[in-house]
Nanobody
């Protein structure tokens, strides 16, 4: 599966943004999807994940209550509100073939990655 992340941009602190991950080349419904982010000088970290059917979702502790994840047939969305300057990062979506309906927070379990979209939150 090929992934294309989009929707990043510049937003003021307290604002909201939705980034998208569009899939092609495979039946996206067979894949669980995760969002990860990497800020300058920092390691990549888990943000959110959703199961292949969309029934299971998990978000990172530091974004709980502010970020939500959803999906439709060919796209996964990361909805972000109350953005903070520390949310500034490149956001990557990733997909993993899955038959169990599970979600994963571990980046090494994802085999397909998009190119990333930059989110910048100004103070």
């Amino acid at each position: 599966v090929q992934l294309q992340a989009s929707g990043g941009g510049l937003v003021q602190a307290g604002g909201s943004l939705r980034v998208s991950c569009a899939a092609s080349g495979a039946t996206f419904g067979h894949y669980a999807v995760g969002w990860f982010r990497q800020a300058p000088g920092k390691e990549r970290e888990f943000v959110a994940a959703i199961s292949r059917g969309g029934t299971r979702k998990v978000v990172g502790d530091f974004v709980k209550g502010r970020f939500t994840i959803s999906r439709d047939k060919d796209t996964v969305y990361l909805h972000m509100i109350s953005l903070k300057p520390e949310d500034t990062a490149i956001y990557y979506c990733a997909a993993r073939w899955d038959v169990s309906g599970a979600v994963s927070v571990r980046d090494h379990q994802y085999g397909s990655w998009g190119q990333g979209t930059l989110v910048t939150v100004s103070s």
